[in-house]
């Protein structure tokens, strides 16, 4: 099982970057998957999530209506869209896969079943 992310990188206030994860070695549509986020003294968050087979989509409040989440199941891949990027959005985006039709890890920051992480990827937001 593989989850590689890439996107990452370095932004100024106000700008955009575009998150991947490739996931391989499991069924893609038997998941729900995301993006957390963890940034130094800070707790881990849940930042946005998709429900794979039934496409239903969780935000973080701190970043609803900035960011935007996809999949594409012939890719097995899902995107994180971040735009208006502030610097409180700095840290390390991790991608996960749990195995449920809903986000429930994500939604829920004292329940975790997360199956699968990936290494993360750095993105860092310059004011």
């Known amino acids: 099982v593989q989850l590689v992310e890439s996107g990452g990188g370095t932004v100024q206030a106000g700008g955009s970057l575009r998150l991947s994860c490739a996931a391989s070695?499991?069924?893609?549509?038997?998941?729900?998957m995301g993006w957390f986020r963890q940034a130094p003294g800070k707790e881990r968050e849940g930042v946005s999530c998709?429900?794979?087979?039934?496409?239903?989509?969780y935000y973080a409040a701190s970043v609803k209506g900035r960011f935007t989440i996809s999949s594409d199941s012939a890719k097995d891949t899902v995107y994180l869209q971040m735009n208006s990027l502030k610097p409180e959005d700095t840290g390390l985006y991790y991608c996960?896969?749990?195995?449920?039709?809903?986000?429930?890890?994500?939604?829920?920051?004292?329940?975790?079943?997360?199956?699968?992480r990936g290494q993360g990827t750095l993105v860092t937001v310059s004011s």
């Open positions: 998709i429900s794979n087979r039934h496409g239903d989509t």
């Open positions: 996960a896969a749990e195995r449920a039709t809903w986000c429930w890890s994500w939604a829920n920051p004292s329940y975790n079943a997360l199956d699968y």
């Open positions: 070695g499991f069924t893609f549509d038997d998941y729900a």
